[in-house]
């Protein structure tokens, strides 16, 4: 005969100890070991660095609309120089970003706030500074 005195198969709440255990058992199952000693910081922060200077994301959506802005570059330009400037932004963000922001420039211009030949004229002077783009 067993003596099993510790009230985990019966007694009061036993319903509630096999709950409690199974939640536990599950959590632990989903949850990810400690990055800290699956890879080397070095590693993880290789995506963020890039030719000396981090690419936050508010850098990212800056330069997206700066290019719109100073050359009226369509998807395809704004993609290759941003690979050339050494960006590591995906498509589908430049489309995004690059969309929204041509949405609001077009709003901006049929409110009247913004000037169609000025912005013109801005363009035309930052193509002459520009090298090959």
Do not use: W
Request: proline share 2%; with cysteine; charged share 40%.
């Amino acid at each position: 005969m067993e003596f099993n005195n510790d009230y985990t198969h019966a007694g009061k709440g036993a319903k509630h100890r096999d709950r409690q255990r199974r939640a536990l058992a599950s959590e632990q199952a989903r949850s990810k070991s400690d990055q800290a000693d699956t890879a080397p910081v070095e590693f993880r922060k290789r995506g963020t660095l890039e030719r000396g200077r981090r690419q936050r994301p508010n850098d990212i959506k800056d330069r997206i609309r700066r290019l719109y802005i100073d050359y009226g570059m369509n998807f395809e330009e704004m993609c290759a120089q941003l690979k050339r400037d050494g960006y590591l932004v995906s498509r589908v963000a430049v489309s995004t970003i690059r969309t929204e922001f041509v949405q609001a420039v077009k709003l901006l211009v049929s409110i009247g706030l913004v000037d169609l030949d000025a912005l013109e004229k801005h363009r035309r002077s930052r193509s002459r500074k520009r090298v090959r783009i």
